[in-house]
């Protein structure tokens, strides 16, 4: 299988546009590194990457059709996002504030769990990726879900590079102004607070 260049170079442009769009990836990161610092940020990136590989996987088998067939599924799966959404927000707001808890939430392996766990349980990633990726197969070339693999694993690195970023350069704003660790927690709490409400309400 060998993917047209101009192909792989125009979904690539779509995506980066996508990476530049404020949204709840982004978001989480933010919090994430203004909460536990630079480390925090990036581990919450990588964490949401591996989420976007599995939905892409799943799109791949053709298992996230389900989803979008079964509003049962599709509803269960997204209020158990916005109940562990939620949970993070009363984490967030009750913290604790001053350098020893600081570090206690940089923990690397939390934050990566939590950047999965949100994007597993948010079912517009997969139907996102159900929609976005079979756009940019040619399936004369070659078994579509393998293309839909490929593009999905560009999908997840260019979107852990961006919002890894963002999520270290919110930490170390974070770290920078130590003092205000307790407003920065609040500030998590109510983005969290705010994505369990958008997935709730959408």
Same mark, same amino acid.
């Given at each position: =299988?060998? =993917?047209?260049?101009?192909?792989?170079?125009? %979904? =690539?442009?779509?995506?980066?546009?996508?990476?530049?769009?404020?949204?709840?990836? =982004?978001?989480?990161?933010?919090?994430?590194?203004?909460?536990?610092? @630079?480390?925090?940020?990036?581990?919450?990136?990588?964490?949401?990457?591996?989420?976007?590989?599995?939905?892409?996987?799943?799109?791949?088998?053709?298992?996230? /059709?389900?989803?979008?067939? +079964? @509003?049962?599924? +599709?509803?269960?799966?997204?209020?158990?996002?916005?109940?562990?959404?939620?949970?993070?927000?009363?984490?967030?707001?009750?913290?604790?504030?001053?350098?020893?808890?600081?570090?206690?939430?940089?923990?690397?392996?939390?934050? !990566?769990?939590?950047? %999965?766990?949100?994007? #597993?349980?948010?079912?517009?990633?997969?139907?996102?990726?159900?929609? !976005?990726?079979?756009?940019?197969?040619? @399936?004369? #070339?070659?078994?579509?879900?393998?293309? #839909?693999?490929?593009?999905?694993? &560009?999908?997840?690195?260019?979107?852990?590079?961006?919002?890894? &970023?963002?999520?270290?350069?919110?930490?170390?704003?974070?770290?920078?102004?130590?003092?205000?660790?307790?407003? %920065?927690?609040? #500030?998590?709490? /109510?983005?969290?607070?705010?994505?369990?409400?958008?997935?709730?309400?959408?």
């Amino acid at each position: =299988m060998a =993917m047209d260049p101009w192909t792989i170079l125009a %979904f =690539m442009g779509a995506a980066f546009l996508l990476y530049l769009t404020p949204g709840a990836d =982004m978001m989480f990161t933010i919090a994430s590194g203004m909460s536990g610092g @630079p480390r925090a940020g990036a581990a919450a990136a990588a964490g949401i990457s591996l989420g976007v590989l599995v939905h892409v996987a799943l799109a791949a088998v053709g298992l996230a /059709v389900i989803l979008r067939t +079964y @509003p049962a599924a +599709y509803d269960t799966v997204r209020y158990a996002g916005a109940a562990y959404l939620a949970y993070l927000a009363v984490v967030s707001w009750r913290a604790k504030s001053g350098p020893e808890a600081r570090r206690g939430r940089a923990s690397v392996a939390r934050a !990566f769990r939590r950047g %999965f766990i949100t994007n #597993i349980l948010n079912p517009k990633v997969a139907l996102f990726v159900l929609a !976005f990726l079979p756009q940019f197969a040619q @399936p004369e #070339i070659g078994p579509v879900w393998q293309q #839909i693999l490929a593009l999905g694993v &560009l999908l997840a690195i260019g979107g852990f590079l961006t919002d890894g &970023l963002i999520g270290v350069f919110a930490g170390l704003a974070a770290h920078r102004l130590s003092r205000a660790s307790r407003v %920065f927690n609040k #500030i998590a709490a /109510v983005v969290f607070g705010g994505l369990a409400a958008r997935i709730v309400l959408d």
